[in-house]
């Protein structure tokens, strides 16, 4: 499965060439263009999923594993403080490349890819209320 105009599906398969630190029959692992800080790379499928909630539950286990994979190595070899995972889903959450992909992101003490969100509030109530809703679904 892919999709006509797709970037990640042109990358992935590699038609565009990508600076890739890993590769197998289901995903490639590239640097972003753009990173938010030293060796953010993307997880991407090689199969055409628009976001999480189309995604396959086979390669959902997969991506996660290597993830943890990659990272584990990524933080050895860069010797970073922390590490991000991220993913986006819509266009409100951030999504700009519409093809499924994870955020690996390294982080260092001082640096500036400010990877945050401002915090709210909610009472106990309107927690369980809430918790109540969802667990109907
Ligand atoms: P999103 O905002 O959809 O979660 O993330 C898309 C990411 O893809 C961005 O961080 C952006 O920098 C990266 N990106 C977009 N186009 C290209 C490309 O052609 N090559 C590479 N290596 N990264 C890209
Ligand atoms: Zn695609």
């Known amino acids: 499965m892919s999709k006509n105009n797709c970037i990640f599906c042109k990358i992935a398969n590699g038609e565009i060439p990508s ?3 890993y590769e197998d029959e289901d995903f490639r692992v590239f640097l972003d263009l753009n990173p ?3 060796g953010h790379a993307l997880l991407v499928p090689k ?4 976001n999480l909630f189309e995604l396959d539950d086979e390669l959902c286990k ?3 594993v290597l993830a943890k994979r990659l990272a584990g190595q990524m933080k050895e070899a860069l010797d970073c403080d922390g590490f991000n995972l991220m ?3 819509g266009e409100t959450a951030g999504q700009t490349v519409f093809h499924f992909h994870l955020h690996l992101i390294p982080r260092y003490k001082g640096d500036m890819a400010g ?3 401002n915090q709210g509030k909610a009472s106990p109530e ?3 209320e809430l918790a109540a809703l969802l667990r109907k679904k």
């Open 62 to 64: 997969k991506a996660m």
């Open 87 to 89: 993913q986006n889903n």
């Open 115 to 117: 990877i945050t969100w």
């Open 126 to 128: 309107e927690l369980e």
């Open 36 to 38: 938010a800080a030293r």
């Open 47 to 50: 199969k055409h999923f628009e």
């Open 19 to 21: 600076s890739t630190l």
